[in-house]
């Protein structure tokens, strides 16, 4: 018997062939269609799990997901995919350890936290880097008029970016000598926002507080106190004033300016320049009995991702983004990040075209590098209690981040015409050096050790 996939495969290149044939006979002025040309060469690959369900939380940068099932390159690989929005990032691991989704778009630090030993243990993997940038950090109305006398101005009376840390150290000086512990939020304690908040402040000489194998609550010695809040209650909590500023993805930046709440006054584009921000990340052995399903799963992501950055598809994308189904937000909020701009101060709209980057800038493939500056600042910061060697840095991350299965389903994709072979990048798996971060200091993922010990706020290694 002739199985479903490769029946489908057949008539898909039947159908193809058919109008080739027709087309040489004189119709649509002889010439074969793009589309007819690709379809000519797909070859599906036998996929172990046609049948799948995948989590997301309510960002925007869940969109090469979204993308992928609404453009239908998810079927174009076989694949029935099943998109669930989850409460919490907690809530989106457990799910995945235990198996009751097959992926989900997470934290870049959640699957490496699960392997470095912090928080809750498992063997999770990923082959695709959902994007860049995209974060901000907030702060209420109150802050932010007692922040705006300590940044300086430019000719046209507006705040001049990027704005460091320092101008809130004052702030939060007055804060405490008025008996008020200064309370910000971050979604999770190993999510981008938590390392790139801690970052700023720490830029600044102001010591967000430390974790130890005793305290799990990363307030040993802080100055600010840092709690998790899940993204779409960002806005509500500061409003209430329980928190008095958060870092969080979009739109949740832009929905305190939307509604008057809050002003953002800085991105994580100044903190670390094209930064990843989420993972698609899959359990270690789902991935070992269902190789060709990760395989096509992530030329599906790939597809999307190019997708996005395709010029002219974001305003579609900022509609389907909009469904209640996916981000459920305003689609002007949405699109104020998603459309190449940024609103700080009401009105004071920038235009900021690498906001939420998708696939330029090699932005879907998984770079070791870029997760090993996640180990770097778990380390710094005590979730990582004991000084590690160099080579450990370097071996973890390669049991997580899997460039392999990114360039398989990238190379299928070169033949099958969706991608440039110069789309995918020539890499060992590092970036070269940058100090593209807000103090300047220079990281270079092959020295993680010397990286660590460069900061003047947070734990050093001896290990050399």
């Known amino acids: 018997m002739i199985s479903i996939k490769k029946l489908s495969s ?5 159908a193809a062939a058919a109008t080739v044939l027709f087309s040489c006979s004189g119709g649509s002025e002889g010439k074969v269609t793009d589309e007819v040309k690709k379809a000519s060469v797909t070859n599906l690959l036998e996929v172990e799990k046609p049948q799948l369900t995948f989590g997301f939380i309510k960002l925007t940068d869940m969109a090469p997901l979204a993308i992928a ?3 239908g390159y998810f079927e174009d690989e076989g694949l029935f995919v099943t998109i669930e929005a989850q409460s919490n990032w907690k809530n989106i691991l457990d799910r995945v350890i235990d198996g009751q989704l097959d992926g989900a778009h997470m934290l870049a630090g ?11 243990q498992a063997e999770l993997v990923t082959a695709y880097s959902m994007d860049l940038n995209g974060n901000g950090i907030t702060v209420s109305n109150e802050v932010w008029a007692k922040m ?9 009376g507006k705040p001049v970016h990027p704005i460091k840390a320092d101008a809130l150290a004052p702030v939060i000086r007055e804060y405490k000598n008025n008996g008020k512990p200064f309370k910000m939020g971050m979604v999770f304690p190993v999510s981008t926002h ?3 908040l ?3 402040l720490g830029a600044a000489g102001i010591n967000p507080g430390f974790y130890s194998a005793d305290n799990i609550q990363g307030q040993i010695d802080a100055e600010v106190l840092l709690s998790v809040t899940p993204p779409p209650q960002m806005p509500a909590t500061m ?3 329980t928190i008095y500023g958060y870092c969080v993805g979009e739109p949740w930046n832009q929905q305190a300016v939307f509604k008057g709440i809050g002003v953002p006054v800085t991105t994580n584009m100044d903190i670390w320049k094209n930064n990843p921000e989420k993972v698609f990340v899959m359990t270690k052995k789902f991935m070992e009995e269902n190789p060709n399903t990760a395989i096509a799963v992530t030329k599906a992501l790939i597809r999307a991702g ?16 909009s469904r209640p189904e996916y981000v459920g937000a305003d689609s002007v909020v949405i699109a104020n990040s998603m459309t190449g701009t940024f609103e700080f101060e009401k009105g004071d709209k920038r235009a900021m075209p690498d906001f939420n980057v998708f696939f330029r800038h090699d932005a879907t493939y998984p770079f070791y590098s870029d997760g090993i500056w996640f180990l770097t600042q778990m380390r710094r910061w005590g979730q990582i209690p004991e000084s590690k060697p160099a080579n450990w840095y370097s071996e973890t991350i390669k049991e997580i981040y899997r460039p392999d299965i990114w360039r398989k389903a990238a190379e299928l994709l070169v033949k099958e015409g969706h991608l440039e072979a110069s789309e995918i990048p020539d890499t060992d798996g590092y970036k070269a050096p940058t100090s593209d971060f807000i103090d300047g200091v220079t990281y270079n993922g092959k020295d993680p050790i010397g990286y660590i010990n460069s900061f003047k706020i947070g734990n050093k290694d001896a290990v050399q």
């Open 10 to 14: 057949r008539l898909t290149l039947f």
């Open 69 to 71: 099932k609404e453009m």
């Open 194 to 196: 938590n390392y790139e």
């Open 110 to 120: 959640q699957p490496i936290a699960a392997s470095a030993g912090f928080g809750r």
């Open 306 to 321: 190019k997708w996005l950055d395709t010029p002219g598809n974001r305003p579609k994308a900022v509609g389907i983004l």
């Open 148 to 156: 705006k006398a300590n940044v300086p101005l430019d000719a046209d």
């Open 239 to 241: 409003e209430a004033g």
């Open 198 to 200: 801690r970052y700023w």
